[in-house]
């Protein structure tokens, strides 16, 4: 692995169903982070994490909950999915959090609950 | 609240200069990036300002006014893969990122 992969690349969920958006890092960051992205919105933070062991909430947390059992993964679970949580999610990390240090991305994950 | 403000769409020709401003208001400021995105991928990293001035990066440039809340990204030489969406984020006092929605930047021949 090289940088940060995430899965599914797209998923379509029936409304109520438990969905886990998958996210691993191989550059050690500590920092990592879950976003949403759609259309005419900027990028809105749902969840973080500074260092393995602990999570923050974001801007929109309800309805999405997350673990950071390792430096490495970083999984995002929707308890009982809405289609308003129909977005393309994306994964980032970052060696700290704050400061200079870029997020780098993952492809993303296209979420469409039905 | 916290606010970031871009134009939603620009276009510019292959060969010539646009510049993208950003303006914002923030609980704190702990830094400025931008970013670009092509259409269906990730965010990728282009600049970082903290201090005010210009940062100058081969083709891109990137300025910083912190007093008047202004940033503003500078592309000479289009082109034609520059075209995509650039994003303008802000690191607030919490040391999280504030980000504005996005300018598409459409090249024409």
């Known amino acids: 692995i090289a940088g940060i992969t995430q899965a599914p690349t797209s998923q379509i969920l029936a409304a109520g169903r438990r969905m886990t958006l998958r996210c691993t890092q191989d550059m050690r960051h500590n920092a990592m982070y879950w976003y949403r992205q759609d259309l005419g919105l900027g990028l809105r933070l749902i969840h973080y994490?500074?260092?393995?062991?602990?999570?923050g909430k974001g801007e929109v947390p309800d309805g999405y909950s997350v673990s950071r059992a390792n430096t490495d993964d970083f999984p995002l679970t929707l308890a009982s999915a809405v289609p308003s949580q129909t977005s393309v999610y994306f994964c980032?990390?970052?060696?700290?959090?704050?400061?200079?240090?870029?997020?780098?991305f993952g492809p993303g994950t296209r979420l469409t609950v039905l | 609240g916290q606010n970031i403000d871009q134009p939603t769409e620009m276009t510019a020709t292959e060969g010539a200069i646009v510049q993208i401003n950003c303006t914002y208001q923030?609980?704190?400021?702990?830094?400025l990036f931008w970013y670009q995105q092509h259409a269906g991928e990730a965010p990728t990293f282009l600049a970082y300002?903290?201090l005010d001035g210009l940062e100058e990066k081969g083709r891109f440039s990137s300025f910083l006014s912190r007093s008047k809340g202004y940033s503003y990204l500078l592309l000479k030489e289009l082109q034609m893969k520059d075209s995509a969406s650039y994003l303008c984020a802000v690191m607030d006092s919490n040391y999280q990122l504030i980000w504005g929605a996005g300018t598409k930047l459409i090249i024409k021949p």
């Open positions: 980032a990390s970052s060696d700290s959090g704050g400061g200079r240090n870029e997020q780098f």
């Open positions: 923030t609980s704190g400021f702990n830094g």
């Open positions: 994490s500074n260092t393995a062991g602990t999570t």
């Open positions: 300002n903290v």
